[in-house]
């Protein structure tokens, strides 16, 4: 591998993202190189390239001089304070005109400040979410790029070519302006909460439910995922129900702590939902689900005290219980996804990202962690109508939403019946009640304010706003 200025790509951090990426686009025939402080990352990344055209550096000017102009640096760091003290670093080795790309989780509202900052200062910047993991990173990822428009036509190229690809199609495509593709990312971070708290549930009620073995569970899964079903998540569970560790006589799966940990995705698409008013109950349980899982210590005092000694007699007729839990999965999974895509709906607005959501269903399609079949009747959906601001208002649909409703509403009141927590499932079909109402109990919550803290509230068929001194007529 000669030296000299004609790398087309770098990265900033040679984790397994990082190292992986670059892998792949050497594989693709990009001369790349890549950056750690540590040798031991350098040196991976040097015996896995087997040849191809990747350097790895340890000295950093070493690295950005080996980048051809105009220079492309992606940083695979963790998101927060480390970008920012990074792109400090880097700046003063780079010129203007040169592109930086933030390839990490980061928070959206922290990519428009550098956005801006950079933008000033005569630097492109790209804020990129990027989804598939390990196997995606070297096989073909789903990525979300987002900022200067410009820029991306530069490495665009590059992007489309190791991304993964469906019906020829690759799964990248820009986003927006500033912060567009970290806010994307963080949404189908969301969703993916949601999909694997759903997931979780249903194994509750094979498990608990009808007395599953770990067998027969794996045989649910892989019936599901061979049909309409069929996602990533559900063959990484598929998988997990056959694994073992060598010469193990039980699953893995048996022995991992049931506390779940989170790196904030999650949290941060509940947090802006709440910020620009708009309900997402699927995602925001899924995220509280994985906090309390934590709480182990108080779970186990709490079980002492309320044990429940009810046994729920779901075993007599399994497989038709499963049909109902088949229709109740399904249907929670459209919610799941229809409240991510309101939220991005209303977010293009709220943020004038001008989101394009047939693109964003159209790249998610392969390469990412969230993706499954049903993504390409959203893609219809949104191809078909581009000014659908609801998927549950989508005319194909609602048919197999409506046929699952008698599935998802078995699941939920049983659920309750026996004292069994699936809260994904309730607010699914919570969400999808509510939805539906023509006319909420809200007329009354506005009544309460104005009664003890004069807010006002409106009037069918009047204009303005009103205030009523509640007491004075009350006898």
Partial sequence: MEKGNQNVFGIYGLGTMGRNLLLNMADHGFPVAGFNRHDDKVTLLKEESKGNSVQGFTDLTEFINSLKSPKTVMLLVTAGKAVDEVITEILPLLKKGDLIIDGGNSHFTDTDRRYKDLKEKGFHFIGMGVSGGEEGARRGPSMMPGGDKHAYQLVKPILETIAAHVNGDPTVAYMGPGSAGHFVKMVHNGIEYALMQLIAETYEVLKKGLHLNNEAIHAVFKQWNDGRLQSFLL?????????????ADHLLLDDIKDEAKAKGTGKWTSQVGMDINLPIPTID????????????????????IYSDTTEMPLEDNPDEYIANLEQAFYFSMVTAYAQGMHLLYKASQEYNYDLELDQIAKIWRGGCIIRAAFLEDIYSAFSTNAKLEHLLLDKSIQSTLKNSLPGIRTIVSDSAKFGMALPAYAASLNYFDAFRSEKMPANLIQAQRDYFGAHTYELIGKVGVFHTEWQSDVS
């Fill in 235 to 247: 063959e990484v569970t598929r998988d997990i129900f056959v694994f073992k560790n060598p010469g």
């Fill in 285 to 304: 349980i899924a995220v509280s689900m994985r906090d309390l899982s934590k709480y182990k210590t108080l779970r186990v005092q709490a079980a002492a």
